[in-house]
């Protein structure tokens, strides 16, 4: 019955579920890391402040898209932390040529339309992250489960049920 819940506890969610895991959050130091960005953005220069809390909220994000989002069962590995940084990394050009770009073609925006296009370049950044986290960074951890259960040997002429499992397994 233990070893039943801990299976459910560690299954990994649907894509769906998954998403909507993912935009909260994602989508929830994100928008921490845009007040974040602006704030440090008085004392230092705009492209450095994003880098330093790009750095910050993928360490917190990919913490949380591990225990959370893609049910890894735990905290992230290092390997997991590396690759969701190069998935980050595209987020954080994203965001600074959407800014950059902003810069240019408007004169002062203030402080609403710069929140504006660094959420939206943000959330385009984050549909193409979730991609990648679900697909490639925490892909492995489903597949590991998946190799590692054993096979269930059922007696020939016999057909196994959710309900008859039990009776056929036993312990080798």
Same mark, same amino acid.
């Given at each position: 019955?233990?070893?039943?819940?801990?299976?459910?506890?560690?299954?990994? %969610?649907?894509?769906?579920?998954?998403? $909507?895991?993912?935009?909260?959050?994602?989508?929830?130091?994100?928008?921490?890391?845009?007040?974040?960005?602006?704030?440090?953005?008085? #004392?230092? %220069? #705009?492209?450095?402040?994003?880098?330093?809390? @790009?750095?910050?909220?993928?360490?917190? =994000?990919? !913490?949380?898209?591990?225990?959370? @989002? +893609?049910?890894?069962?735990?905290?992230? @590995? #290092?390997?997991?932390?590396?690759?969701?940084?190069?998935?980050? $990394?595209?987020? /954080?050009?994203?965001?600074?040529?959407?800014?950059?770009?902003?810069?240019? +073609?408007? !004169?002062? %925006?203030? =402080?609403?339309?710069?929140?504006?296009? /660094?959420?939206?370049?943000?959330?385009?950044?984050?549909? $193409?992250?979730? =991609?990648?986290?679900?697909?490639?960074?925490?892909?492995?951890?489903?597949? !590991?489960?998946?190799?590692?259960?054993?096979?269930?040997?059922? %007696? !020939?002429?016999?057909?196994? @049920?959710?309900?008859?499992?039990?009776?056929?397994?036993? $312990?080798?």
């Amino acid at each position: 019955m233990q070893a039943m819940q801990q299976q459910r506890q560690s299954a990994a %969610p649907g894509a769906l579920a998954a998403f $909507a895991r993912f935009v909260l959050c994602g989508g929830g130091v994100g928008v921490a890391s845009s007040f974040a960005v602006a704030g440090l953005s008085s #004392w230092m %220069p #705009w492209a450095l402040a994003n880098a330093l809390i @790009t750095v910050v909220s993928t360490l917190l =994000a990919t !913490e949380l898209h591990a225990r959370f @989002t +893609f049910g890894a069962g735990g905290r992230a @590995t #290092w390997r997991q932390h590396g690759q969701s940084a190069g998935s980050a $990394a595209a987020a /954080y050009g994203v965001t600074c040529v959407a800014m950059f770009a902003l810069q240019r +073609f408007v !004169e002062a %925006p203030g =402080a609403v339309v710069e929140q504006v296009v /660094y959420l939206s370049a943000s959330a385009l950044a984050g549909v $193409a992250r979730f =991609a990648v986290l679900r697909l490639v960074v925490f892909a492995r951890n489903r597949s !590991e489960g998946a190799a590692t259960a054993r096979p269930v040997c059922v %007696p !020939e002429g016999h057909v196994l @049920t959710p309900a008859g499992a039990a009776g056929f397994c036993r $312990a080798a």
